[in-house]
């Protein structure tokens, strides 16, 4: 099987901005990090990952939090923990479930 990535991850990584003057292309790049992260969970199911929208590239474990205050480390944590205990992942869950209906 494949081995579950939990992905940390900038929006606007500094390593693939060049210029701050176009702001929409900024607000693509992000949108375009975001789908591919969310596709990627939504069609393999075990990976995880921590998207912000600070300009950073690495160096910031920890230092990062969403919005409802839950860092990095927590966040990764907390899928670590889902994977260890439920033998499977999310997804995973949902198609068990409906197979059962």
Known sequence: ???????????????????????????????????????????????????????HHCMSWGQIRAGDGLSQPLAFLSWWKHILQNGTTRKQQQQQQQQQQ
């Open 1 to 55: 099987g494949e081995a579950p990535a939990f992905v940390l991850q900038s929006s606007i990584d500094s390593s693939n901005v060049r210029s701050f003057n176009e702001t929409a292309e900024l607000a693509s790049l992000g949108a375009e990090f975001a789908w591919r992260l969310a596709e990627m969970v939504e069609t393999k199911g075990h990976h995880g990952f921590f998207l912000d929208s600070c300009l």
